[in-house]
């Protein structure tokens, strides 16, 4: 029921049209102060206002945020209602999968399976499935396109079933963009508006999605951000976001970019700098003089970095500069009107004399930003482009093995103190320092070498050596969304050809934007000529190298590569760089703008000083630097002014949700519930729901429980999380050959996501994850106690431990499941059969997702670790204390007993909502039994 305490609803005239909306400046009283809310509060607070109704949503919490505190720890829950969910597709097709079990799920417990629908808007973009197997051709898209359908026509029928067996959901099919772009370019809408009670409501967009770097909406003043596929699929069902209100961090800007900087360089330098201050769990709010010099598309790339420095959103308010982009982009001029009208009318639109009231403050020059990269493993460590050659090096001798360094010259006392963690030391060079890495050896300007001979199959012979780039890759929404660094990057290939220039012939380049409009404006500036000359070719329109669909290195290159145990490098125009995430051939990877991107293609070394070496050399013998093809901001703007208008905007995105006759041709299942194939190794009816009634069981103890993994610092769900390819000697790989496939058709492990069977095989088996109960292993491997501590994979232990009924802990270190990757990261493992987690401390998301499956989350006490407390992973645990829920209240700590060792655990359930999902066995089992009433 509808209740309207404040009198707020009100009637706004745009034009000829007249909208409903609820008024931010009728919350009045004392006390409470709306006008000097920062720009993000005033979103929630709308939506408190438009949906209060007495019960879950009351004046109390309306009143809590217009009286909102900015230097208290948060503590006030309230239930945010988001306008529309988005998704992509390997974190979109388990909800797709999920609804469907849920319809059945419903109808066995006696409830109406049609309550199993969207209520609130749902999009997804397929962008997620094409793998840059065939590169350097203009053959690359056709090419890439013909397998992506032929590996995962399965999933795509299914999705097509959804598309029609679900109102409210629709489908942007694949070969259309990446998620996050297709989102600014065309499915936001800044200002939503929805027919209701015989009129037509007006309220800001906000979004949750199946991807963390949803925050890249933020850079149109959507509030927006990503959390699990569990919690979007209750979003999608009309549940309420349960947070706490937050911390808001005022970000001021002010002056402009100098001549040389891109907006990849100054989203590194405030990656650099949130990380540096800690933002975890925070909004960042960005406001001053300085924020009318951000194009939009800066906007955009800097909002989409916000999972990389920890907040929970980054967002620029609304004002002339967006609605700039909104016509540019081909929305209507009704749209951008009412966009105008309800921001000033609501204290949205962005003024550069008002100063709101924030938690902490920080603030930048943009002058000061300088050219970067980061890397080699993570994408807060900002490196000067004048300092990479000499980090480069120091960092190179934390992935080179001690006795090869020795072997080529380095017979210095090796440091053997290497630390047992899931992550190489970081060297200081890698934060900007001057100081080489503490585990180096030899004198610190010195390079490690290890040269090996390659001939390729047309004869041409080189070698490659540690440090190679043998991937550059023009990816990722991040960039490729923003027109200056692309056409940048078209202009220096362009001069570069003119130079004589190629790249080195060991260097797998791919392009692959995030719609089809940079191919539009590539192609109306002949710049993709030059692009092609250099191998950059449309590889295809989504998520590639960014998050691991790079698809295998030149084959000759790869085995040097194995054959030298090599350090090689990605150079890629990403948001992540994550150890074992672009190629399992690839130990370091380089965060870099489009522009650079190419010119280590054209040098073929993270071994360059790209400021004074040259990069090859032209037709007469001559030296060519980088300085000699970097276009200048003129050149960069002229291609701009004469290359991209609206009607491109409108012309590419006219038939968004139609696709190509591909995806038109697909066979269409039909019905209201899916017809499950039992030999499907791609779509399989979730296990959630067995077993469940009607009353959700009594919360219990963990009473002899053993070690799963006990893991160190800063394990990603990128560690967690089954992702990339899948091996044919893994557990999961044993699966597909059993069920008939063969490794030709294995696919990866993010295309079988709506396959539970597949995917728990693959959790926890990243690479490059150490477990320290397996000492000396590097994967997914574990010591069985069910078998005298005999080291096998996570997965077949766990099957053991289940079938022996005994419970499993994981013991973790500081900023456990940072990351994206979200939902198979806490559903894997809990279908593992992980009872408690105990880490030092959490990313936001994945602590929330492991309640959302029914997983504990507990904290070590302040100051203490694993390795205080003394424990080796082989005790045996019992967690008492938690049985508190089953009375209504949430204790703050259990007791945690392992063998002799005990301790008072800090119980990460941190809202009332939290703790109703997890006396429910999950999140899905709580909406699920919420509908049946």
């Not at 791609?682 to 069981?697: I, N, Q, S, T």
């Not at 602590?847 to 203490?864: D, H, K, Y």
């Amino acid at each position: 029921m509808s209740v309207d305490t404040f009198q707020a609803k009100d009637s706004l005239a745009v034009g000829e049209k007249s909208y409903d909306y609820y008024r931010l400046d009728a919350v009045q009283g004392e006390g409470l102060d709306v006008a000097s809310l920062p720009f993000s509060l005033k979103i929630l607070l709308e939506a408190l206002l438009r949906t209060e109704d007495g019960a879950d949503i009351t004046a109390e919490d309306i009143k809590a945020i217009a009286s909102w505190d900015p230097n208290a720890d948060p503590s006030k829950e309230i239930q945010f209602t988001p306008a529309r969910v988005i998704m992509q597709d390997f974190t979109g097709v388990p909800c797709v999968v999920d609804l469907a079990t849920m319809r059945e799920a419903m109808a066995d417990l006696g409830g109406d399976p049609s309550k199993i629908n969207p209520l609130a808007p749902a999009e997804m973009v397929i962008d997620h499935s094409v793998i840059a197997d065939v590169f350097g051709t203009p053959e690359a898209f056709e090419r890439n396109v013909e397998i992506e359908y032929e590996r995962n026509g399965e999933r795509y029928k299914f999705l097509r079933w959804g598309q029609g067996a679900f109102s409210d959901f629709r489908v942007v099919p694949p070969g259309t963009g990446i998620v996050h772009q297709v989102n600014i370019e065309k499915l936001a809408r800044v200002v939503f508006t929805r027919d209701s009670d015989g009129g037509v409501v007006a309220y800001p967009d906000s979004c949750v999605g199946t991807d963390s770097h949803t925050t890249m909406v933020n850079g149109l003043g959507v509030v927006g951000w990503g959390v699990g596929g569990i919690e979007a699929e209750a979003a999608m069902l009309g549940q309420p976001i349960s947070m706490l209100i937050p911390r808001v961090v005022g970000f001021k800007l002010s002056g402009e970019l100098p001549q040389g900087a891109t907006a990849t360089d100054l989203v590194l330098t405030i990656t650099e700098q949130l990380r540096e201050h800690g933002v975890v769990g925070k909004f960042v709010e960005f406001y001053g003089p300085g924020v009318s010099a951000v194009p939009l598309a800066n906007r955009a790339t800097i909002g989409n970095m916000s999972p990389e420095y920890g907040s929970t959103i980054a967002v620029f308010p609304i004002d002339g500069e967006t609605t700039k982009y909104l016509e540019l982009t081909g929305r209507s001029a009704e749209e951008i009107a009412l966009v105008e009208a309800y921001a000033k009318a609501q204290g949205l639109w962005h003024d550069t004399d008002h100063e709101p009231r924030y938690s902490e403050y920080l603030e930048l020059d943009l002058a000061d930003v300088v050219p970067s990269i980061a890397g080699p493993k993570r994408p807060q460590d900002r490196i000067a482009l004048t300092n990479s050659k000499t980090a480069f090096r120091a960092s190179l001798r934390d992935y080179v093995d001690h006795s090869e360094q020795q072997l080529n010259g380095y017979d210095e006392a090796v440091d053997d103190s290497f630390p047992a963690s899931d992550t190489p030391k970081t060297s200081t060079y890698a934060n900007g320092g001057e100081g080489p890495s503490e585990h180096a050896t030899g004198a610190p300007g010195e390079r490690v070498r290890n040269p090996q001979s390659v001939t390729l199959e047309d004869g041409t012979s080189f070698e490659v050596d540690h440090g190679a780039v043998t991937i550059a890759a023009i990816t990722s929404c991040t960039n490729t969304s923003n027109p200056s660094v692309m056409i940048g990057a078209g202009l220096l290939a362009k001069k570069a050809v003119e130079k004589g220039l190629q790249r080195k012939p060991w260097v797998k380049t791919t392009l692959a934007p995030g719609s089809k409009v940079v191919t539009d404006y590539y192609e109306k500036s002949g710049l993709n000529v030059y692009l092609d000359k250099l191998g950059f070719n449309l590889v295809g329109y989504g998520c590639t190298t960014c998050i691991g669909n790079s698809g295998p290195l030149i084959p000759e290159v790869s085995a040097a590569v194995n054959e030298g145990d090599l350090a090689v490098s990605a150079v890629l125009s990403g948001n992540r760089n994550f150890e074992g995430r672009i190629n399992p051939d690839i130990k370091m990877n380089y965060l870099a703008s489009p522009p650079l991107v190419i010119a280590y293609a054209l040098a073929g070394s993270m071994d360059v000083d790209l400021f004074n070496d040259p990069l090859g050399q032209d037709a007469d013998g001559n030296d060519v630097f980088m300085k000699d093809i970097w276009p200048s901001p003129a050149e960069v703007e002229d291609v701009i002014a004469s290359s991209i208008d609206a009607d491109t905007f409108s012309r590419e995105y006219a038939d968004v949700f139609a696709g190509d006759e591909r995806w038109q041709n697909l066979p269409t299942p039909e019905g209201d519930t899916f017809a499950w194939d039992e030999d499907s190794t791609y779509v399989r009816k979730a296990p959630y729901f067995d077993g469940m009634g009607l009353e959700p069981d009594a919360v219990t103890d963990v009473e002899g429980a053993r070690v799963l993994l006990k893991l160190g610092d800063s394990v990603t769900t990128d560690h967690i999380s089954p992702a990339g390819a899948i091996k044919k000697d893994s557990p999961a790989g044993k699966y597909l050959m059993e069920k008939g496939v063969q490794p030709r058709d294995f696919n990866s492990l993010g295309s079988r996501r709506g396959n539970h069977e597949v995917m728990i095989r693959g959790t926890f088996a990243n690479i490059r994850l150490r477990n320290q109960i397996a000492p000396g292993t590097e994967g997914g491997f574990t010591r069985d106690f069910t078998a005298d501590g005999e080291v096998t994979s996570v997965f077949d232990a766990s099957q053991h431990y289940q079938e022996a009924g005994i419970p499993l802990v994981v013991l973790a270190g500081k900023e456990y499941g940072s990351g994206s990757s979200r939902d198979w990261a806490a559903k894997g493992t809990a279908l593992l059969g992980v009872k408690v987690v105990i880490a030092e401390s959490y990313e936001r998301i994945h602590r929330s997702n492991l309640i959302g499956m029914g997983v504990l989350p507990l904290q070590f006490p302040e100051g203490e670790t694993a390795e205080s407390l003394g424990l080796t992973g082989e005790e045996t645990f019992t967690v008492t204390g938690i049985t508190e829920l089953n009375d209504g209240t949430t204790p703050r700590t259990v007791k945690v007993k392992a063998d002799d060792i005990e301790f008072d655990a800090v119980v990460r359930i941190d809202t009332p909502g939290e703790a109703n999902y997890y006396r429910n066995g999950g999140i899905m089992p709580y909406v699920l039994r919420s509908l049946l009433d």
